[in-house]
């Protein structure tokens, strides 16, 4: 069954327009708060609200805050932090959930709902169709009666927790003393506190995307925009530069020289080191269709395996409940480490290439890129509606790109759970070749009656 508000990541869209609306946030709170705190009346149940620094925050935390609150519930507001410090304490206080106010990456005239279970765990497609069942219902017989309506405290230091958090996570024994390390915090949840943990471990900290507005979100910097900080880790002559995204759950990477690290890289590295220490389990590391297959030979190459799942961090950690892995992730700089966070964390995926970097005693850039990537071709395809993959023609050329590739590349397809594109991916040792199966895919799309 088809999903109508959630996507790969929460329910997305533009502020103040459906589904992003005042009403709608008041109604998914209504409704999740059903699910996981089914009786209210007389009994207290907690809920966990964080957000990023969009402006449209400030419209949505205080629409997400009354719906639990007409239930009953009590709230607790942590103000601007990073999606795992907020999944991380729903756990930790024990609440029956937790909201992250973000849409991520996107632009900050977009925003999100991201939901949290008890554990800390994002939620299943099979719970999130249930509460959108509940969406469509009315929550009036549900409603708190007036003296029990719930309260809304705001949580005194939540970055200090979080950053203790963080630092615990990297080994006792080292510490960051003499290196110049830029971060780019994107202007978004991470500003206050990722700067922070660097500095407390004995870095140089140079600070960029950290004076958000609500407005300048991902703007030209952060993960998905990396480059700001791969010029300011040349200018500076930094050792290495992190860069997070808005909501800090993803991290690219730059080594001294400005090469960028993506997420393959930081988990092979990742992976390398913990089997050799003996602190890997499962065998290797689950990921996604969309990670290369250079690191799926690297991995090989260790004795390692790689299991991959459909694109989103939360199908990847289910796999890693499910097999026993405790390393996971995107190449988009997801990576999940089961023994520190619920869900993918930037910052400490960062702290564990660091760990391992200066226990080489080696720059960055000996360290860091660990495979030699195949060539890998990524095009976005926008379509009206419809189901363009569902075409004859479509589906024609994808059997023709897949035997002309045959063992030496492969072809992944398949529509944005965040906006309206179709995806195509194609990767294999000659980069003519692979150009050649995009442009193939992309034009059978394109000539579909559903595109743009």
């Known amino acids: 069954m088809a999903r109508k508000f959630f996507g790969t990541d929460g329910i997305r869209g533009m502020a103040n327009r459906h589904p992003m609306t005042a009403d709608m946030a008041l109604k998914v ?14 009994q207290r149940r907690l809920a966990v609200i964080g957000k990023d620094t969009r402006l449209s925050g400030y419209m949505l935390e205080p629409a997400i805050t009354a719906g639990f609150i007409s239930l009953g519930m009590d709230v607790v507001l942590l103000g601007p932090m990073p999606t795992p410090a907020v999944a991380t304490l729903t756990r930790s206080m ?16 977009d925003n999100g709902i991201k939901l949290f279970g008890p554990d800390g765990d994002k939620l299943s497609d099979e719970v999130e169709l249930a ?19 719930g309260r809304a405290r705001r949580l005194a230091d939540p970055h200090g927790r979080y950053i203790e958090i963080a ?29 922070t943990v660097l500095y407390e471990l004995g870095a140089e900290v140079i ?6 507005n609500g407005f300048n979100i991902n703007d030209g910097c952060g993960a998905t925009a990396p480059s700001a900080m791969q010029q300011k880790v040349i200018a500076e002559g930094a050792d290495l530069g992190i860069a997070i995204d808005g909501d800090a759950d993803r991290v690219i990477m730059a080594d001294e020289r400005g090469h960028l690290i993506d997420g393959d890289q930081i988990m092979g590295l990742i ?19 969309m990670s290369n297959m250079g690191l799926e030979r690297f991995l090989e190459g260790h004795g390692l395996s790689m299991e991959r799942t459909a694109v989103g961090d939360r199908y990847v950690l289910a796999r890693m409940h499910q097999a026993g892995f405790n390393l996971g992730g995107e190449q988009s700089g997801h990576v999940i480490m089961s023994d520190y966070a619920t869900t993918g964390d930037g910052l400490i995926a960062a702290l564990q290439v660091l760990a391992v970097a200066i226990r080489s005693a080696q720059p960055m850039s000996d360290v860091a ?21 569902a075409h004859q023609a479509v589906q024609d ?54 595109v743009a």
């Open 397 to 450: 050329a994808l059997a023709a790109s897949e035997a002309q590739l045959a063992t030496r590349g492969r072809v992944v397809l398949r529509p944005s759970g965040t906006e309206p594109v179709i995806r195509v991916m194609a990767e294999g040792e000659d980069e003519d070749e692979i150009t050649q199966v995009v442009d193939r895919i992309a034009a059978a799309i394109s000539a579909s009656d559903s």
């Open 207 to 212: 600070a960029i995307g950290d004076a958000p």
């Open 369 to 389: 890129r660990v495979f030699e990537p195949l060539p890998q071709l990524l095009r976005n395809i926008r379509y009206n509606g419809g189901e363009p993959l």
């Open 29 to 42: 709170a209504q409704a999740a708060g059903r699910y996981f705190a089914p009786t209210t009346k007389n």
């Open 94 to 109: 024990r609440a029956e959930l937790g909201v992250m106010i973000s849409a991520s990456h996107n632009p900050y005239h």
């Open 131 to 149: 509460i959108e069942r509940l969406i469509d219902e009315d929550s009036h017989d549900h409603l708190a009666e007036a003296p029990a309506l």
């Open 271 to 289: 992976a390398a080191s913990w089997a050799e220490d003996g602190r890997l389990r499962g065998g290797g590391l689950v990921t996604t269709v």
């Open 167 to 195: 630092k615990a996570s990297f080994p006792k024994d080292l510490r960051l003393d003499g290196l110049k390390i830029v971060i780019d915090c994107a202007h978004g949840a991470g500003y206050r506190v990722a700067p």
